[in-house]
């Protein structure tokens, strides 16, 4: 298989892309691998490539002042993932991001990437459309934490993240939720039951 066919894939769900465009951006690119629980970046580092996640699911999490883990958010294949604010800004990470299985991803130097949308605004217009992206995303998730039940937390993260739900730790979860491990048990139970 092409390594390159999902992020094309991607990218034709984007933009209109010629072929030549394809193949520009992903001559940029190079393979990278990280075994389970391994960190792809950690609080505080400076970093300078934004990857693409070929095989794997990734979870995003705070870490707090007394050392609890809270869960920003899981990443799945097919997907880009790296710590944008730091990127943007050239400041370091305010969050982890650590393999919760093998993963194989692609990896783009982001200088490279700005230089690509000096060359071409085709890239620019990539560049707003994963903005977008993350702003809804963010924003939806900011609705369900104040608005929602931890029930319909739950739901919606099934919705959203069904496919991996198997493969994420139940204490995960529960951080992502906001709730407790015991709480998510109840939820769970209650389903099961009803």
Sequence with gaps: ??????LHTFLDRLLPLTEDQKERFTSLFTV???AKGEHLLRTGDHLSHLYF???GCFRLYYST???KERIKSFCAANDFI???SALLTDSPSPFSIQALEPAKLLRIFYPDFLTLIAEDPIWERLARKMAESLY??????EMQLLTLSAEDR?????EEFGVLAKKIPQYYIASYLGITPVALSRIRAKWRNS
């Design 154 to 158: 739950y739901r919606s993260f099934l």
């Design 53 to 55: 996640n070929l095989s």
């Design 65 to 67: 002042y007394d050392g």
């Design 136 to 141: 809804v995303k963010k924003e939806r998730r």
């Design 1 to 6: 298989m092409n390594t390159f066919l999902p």
């Design 82 to 84: 790296t710590s944008y």
């Design 32 to 34: 990278t691998t990280l």
